[in-house]
């Protein structure tokens, strides 16, 4: 069973770079037949899908065009993770930060990280 | 980008039918577009319910059932129970990416 643990930092300073990692257990980064996903929440925006990347011989990455310009997902072979990296963060970018796994088949996602940005 | 409009609300009693869709700024939902729906409560993440427009998993109840309606994908909640009462969302496939509707509050009264 796939399990995905989030980390990272709570709050954030306007204007600074929100990042999260999400650490994978029972399956790989690489893996030839998922794709690993960040959605975020929050009471303005409800869910909004951010991106994703995957490994099908070479690496791949979509982005939502709302985050397009300040956004980056990199795997991270060697410890078996995804980061989500969102740049010049604003309180909008408030919101609880899920990673996701998908095969085809169903999405499962991480236990959700509050960041708050504020000063 | 695309954008996914879902009803933001509906009520529907005990025991009753109710029907939430799920529509496409470009045009018609296909299977192409591979529709998710899933359910979240309060404090939980979203949970998948339909994949693939109509399939469901072993965890789906069986009064569940998806379906492509007149241009949009549809969820129909057949014999609804005070358990079901919770925010639906639909989200589709637009090549590389994936669009949330903004969701569906569904009370069960």
């Known amino acids: 069973q796939v399990q995905l643990q989030q980390s990272g930092p709570r709050l954030v300073q306007p204007s600074q770079t929100l990042s999260v990692t999400c650490a994978i257990s029972g399956d790989s980064v690489s893996s030839k037949s998922a794709s690993w996903h960040w959605i975020r929440q929050s009471p303005s925006r409800g869910l909004e899908w951010l991106g994703r990347?995957?490994?099908?011989?070479?690496?791949?990455?979509d982005y939502a065009v709302s985050v397009k310009s300040r956004i980056i997902i990199n795997p991270d072979t060697s410890r078996n993770q995804f980061s989500l990296q969102l740049d010049s963060v604003t309180p909008e970018d408030t919101a609880v930060y899920y990673c996701?796994?998908?095969?085809?088949?169903?999405?499962?996602w991480g236990q959700g990280t509050l960041v708050t940005v504020s000063s | 980008q695309a954008v996914v409009t879902q009803e933001p609300s509906l009520t529907v009693s005990p025991g009753g039918t109710v029907t939430l869709t799920c529509a496409s700024s470009?045009?018609?939902?296909?299977?192409?577009?591979?529709p998710f729906w899933f359910q979240q409560k309060p404090g939980q993440a979203p949970r998948t319910l339909i994949y693939d427009a109509t399939n469901k998993y072993s965890w789906t109840p069986v009064r569940f059932s998806g379906s492509l309606l007149g241009g949009k994908a549809a969820l129909t909640l057949s014999g609804a129970q005070p358990d079901d009462e919770a925010e639906y969302y639909c989200?589709?496939?637009?090549?590389?990416?994936?669009?949330f509707g903004g969701g569906t509050k569904l009370t069960v009264l």
């Open positions: 470009t045009g018609t939902v296909t299977s192409g577009h591979y």
């Open positions: 996701g796994r998908y095969d085809a088949y169903n999405y499962s």
């Open positions: 989200l589709l496939a637009y090549s590389g990416a994936r669009v």
């Open positions: 990347t995957y490994y099908r011989s070479r690496w791949y990455n």
